[in-house]
Every structure is written in C-alpha cells, then in structure tokens.
C-alpha cells in the first residue's frame, strides 16, 4: 500500500534554534518527493522537489534529504524564525498512473519568541 | 502574477442547496485537481483533469462533479451538499503531468453545510 508518514505530528521550538522534520514512504515505483509549507489560512507552496539521484536539496534556511534506499526524507530548518509557523508536508509522487501523488498528514510547528 | 484563484473564500450553506466552488488558473497549466483537507487526514484528492473535457476520480469524489469546459477554468460542484461535506477545498493546478511538475494550490475555500 502507497503510504506516507509524517514525524512528529507537532513541534514546538524556540526563535532561532533548529529542528529536523521526517517522512517515510512506501510509495512505489517511485518519482520523486516534495516538501511544501502551508501556512494557516494559505494554501501548500512547493518548498523542495527531489528526484531518486538527488540526496539534498536547499532553499534558503529550509534543507531536505532523501534516502531513497531507505525510503526516508527529513526537512531541516536551520535559525528558526517565526514565520516558519505552519504545517509542512510531505508528497511522494509514484511514476505511473495519472492519480500518483500521496500526501502525508503534515508536522504542525510552531516557533515561539 | 501566477496565481489559482477560488471564490468564495468561505461559504455556509444549508443541506441539498446546489453550491459551485470555482477555480481559475493563469498559468496555462494542463493538469488540475481538487482536494479536500481534514484535521488528522491531510489532503485528499476529489477529481482532477488531465486536460480541457478531461477528467477522473480521485480518492473521494462522492458527493462531488467537475467540469472542465476551458483550460483555466474546473469548478467545483456540490448538488446536495451534506454535513460531511464541510471541510477546507483547494484547487491546484501544474503544468502536465504531477508525477514531475510541483502543484500551485490555491488559498482555499472553507464549506460549513449546516
């Protein structure tokens, strides 16, 4: 079964400290995996996007990885600020069949001064 | 400005009363999709299109018809509507297929059907 799990569900962190959010997968065969944020009230925006031959990818403060051996992807966010607010999450894409992506539940964070 | 646009934004409705959602597009973009977002669930996709006069089911199309008349264009129509049906919808759109391309979602219209 094309799954994807989120961890943690929440997290909250101080201004300016860093912090790791996680995803693994079973989707399969498979494309590629986006991390998108959505902050309250918004809709998801496209952070990252990563191929199987890609194992980090970085934009700006936000850096993700990707196992594909292990089927595993973390975000990190390095110097947290609060408009990091919001919910992250995770998509896989599967290479065949035109309904192919398959979202993760998100991680809620919340940075406080 | 590329952008998916929705309207309304937020709407309350009673049961059985007809609703469209709309979503426009100005990117030109193939491939659009409609999804529903519930507490715990996360996004879960209702219909998408592949293309103009082309669309399919997604996850959680009961209760729920598009159309894709125009390219720009794929509402969102509730013919009667229930309580089950209230929850956050986005609209996304990408150019071709979703397996490569990253989604540009729109900002969401809240439904409380009463």
């Known amino acids: 079964k094309n799954q994807v799990e989120q961890s943690p569900q929440s997290l909250i962190i101080l201004e300016g400290k860093n912090c790791t959010l996680q995803?693994?997968?079973?989707?399969?065969?498979?494309?590629?995996l986006r991390w998108y944020k959505q902050d309250t009230g918004r809709g998801p925006v496209s952070l990252t996007i990563?191929?199987?031959?890609?194992n980090t990818k970085s934009n700006g403060r936000y850096t993700a990885t990707l196992d594909a051996d292990t089927k595993q992807s973390s975000l990190h966010i390095t110097a947290s600020q609060l408009s990091d607010s919001a919910s992250y999450i995770c998509v896989v894409s599967r290479q065949t069949g035109a309904n192919n992506l398959f979202f993760g539940t998100g991680t809620r964070l919340t940075v406080i001064p | 400005e590329a952008q998916v646009t929705q309207n309304p934004r937020y709407l309350i409705t009673v049961t059985g009363k007809k609703l469209t959602v709309t979503c426009s597009q100005n990117m030109n973009h193939e491939y659009m999709s409609w999804y529903r977002q519930d507490p715990g669930l996360g996004l879960r996709q209702i219909y998408y299109?592949?293309?103009?006069?082309?669309?399919d089911k997604g996850d959680v199309p009961e209760g729920y018809k598009v159309s894709r008349k125009e390219k720009r264009n794929f509402p969102l129509i509730l013919e009667s509507p229930s309580p089950n049906q209230t929850s956050l919808y986005f609209c996304?759109?990408?150019?071709?297929?979703?397996?490569?391309?990253?989604?540009?979602f729109g900002d969401g219209t809240r439904l409380s059907i009463l």
């Open positions: 995803c693994n997968y079973t989707v399969s065969p498979f494309s590629n």
């Open positions: 990563m191929t199987f031959s890609e």
């Open positions: 299109s592949m293309n103009v006069e082309v669309t």
């Open positions: 996304a759109s990408s150019r071709g297929d979703t397996s490569n391309q990253p989604q540009h």
